[in-house]
T-cell receptor, first 116, second 116 residues
Framework: DTEVTQTPKHLVMGMTNKKSLKCEQH?????MYWYKQKAKKPPELMFV???????INESVPSRFSPECPNSSLLNLHLHALQPEDSALYLC???????????????FGPGTRLTVT | AQKITQTQPGMFVQEKEAVTLDCTYD???????LFWYKQPSSGEMIFLIY??????QNATEGRYSLNFQKARKSANLVISASQLGDSAMYFC?????????????FGEGTQLTVNP
């Protein structure tokens, strides 16, 4: 099973709403990632969790709050978002690094978020 | 400074012909990995091929091959016998370092269109 699942597929929320994006993998991967992608642009890294601990935060505004409740799950809590936060949010996971391995990231299908 | 450069915003190829997508990179880390991902219009990022900085031979995966020229810092993707389903955005990416949860840096992407 090389699948990363994300829910919901689409989300429309107002600027005062609170919502959460969910990501799940059952590949035993110990690193999980959140990316934001605007149309026609590359993904931008937001957060990295390694062994369920936040290891990288790319200076993301606090209206985005990540959570890793266990090694298979990754959440992104959203609050008081702005219209410019509308984007495709991609989750990814990768195995523990082993020298010589590809250590590729497997991506989920993404959540298309629209903030109105 | 741009770490991954893809100079071709768009490329066109006839079905069944080969096409090369360019990628140059910049790093001072002796250990790094280079990846190519495909992103169809549906949004999911699909891992295609990997080349490690210490790999002596060019990577191949089915119709995909990576022309790795370390001294020139280039890692071009060659797609042989193009198919209509190859039409998508293609991203070159680099991982620097050897730790779990390493950052992946993407280029701006090349939009490939395969014509019948």
């Amino acid at each position: 099973d090389t699948e990363v699942t994300q829910t919901p597929k689409h989300l429309v929320m107002g600027m005062t709403n609170k919502k959460s994006l969910k990501c799940e993998q059952h590949m035993g991967h110990r690193a999980m990632y959140w990316y934001k992608q605007k149309a026609k642009k590359p993904p931008e890294l937001m957060f990295v969790y390694s062994y369920e601990k936040l290891s990288i935060n790319e200076s993301v505004p606090s209206r985005f709050s990540p959570e890793c409740p266990n090694s298979s799950l990754l959440n992104l809590h959203l609050h008081a978002l702005q219209p410019e936060d509308s984007a495709l949010y991609l989750c990814a996971s990768s195995q523990e690094f082993v020298a010589g391995d590809a250590y590729e990231q497997y991506f989920g299908p993404g959540t298309r978020l629209t903030v109105t | 400074a741009q770490k991954i450069t893809q100079t071709q915003p768009g490329m066109f190829v006839q079905e069944k012909e080969a096409v090369t997508l360019d990628c140059t990179y910049d790093t001072s880390d002796p250990s790094y990995g280079l990846f190519w991902y495909k992103q169809p219009s549906s949004g999911e990022m699909i891992f295609l091929i990997y080349q490690g900085s210490y790999d002596q031979q060019n990577a191949t995966e089915g119709r995909y091959s990576l022309n790795f020229q370390k001294a020139r810092k280039s890692a071009n993707l060659v797609i042989s016998a193009s198919q209509l389903g190859d039409s998508a955005m293609y991203f070159c990416a680099m991982r620097e370092g050897e730790t779990s949860g390493s950052r992946l840096t993407f280029g701006e992407g090349t939009q490939l269109t395969v014509n019948p």
